[in-house]
């Protein structure tokens, strides 16, 4: 229900899996960000890291979601089925 809403909206396959790479980017920019940013040490960064590197998963099961949704829609509306 909430993956055909995503694709009706417009989200593709695609755009969830380029949003995990992106957070896995993301996560390395705000470790490194952190560390040289503010005085409280390893630990500060590890976290800030860690919190937005557990987006990648939610992103590339949300892919994984639509790329399924996707093949279905298609195979169920092609001109030979």
Known sequence: MI???LHEKGLKAE???T????SIGLSVISW??????????TARADRWGIFVGEWAPTFFALGLALANYERDHDLLHSPTH
């Open 3 to 5: 993956v055909k809403m």
């Open 15 to 17: 755009h969830a899996y």
């Open 19 to 22: 949003a995990a790479f992106a």
């Open 32 to 41: 490194c960000g952190s560390m040289k940013a503010e005085a409280a040490g």
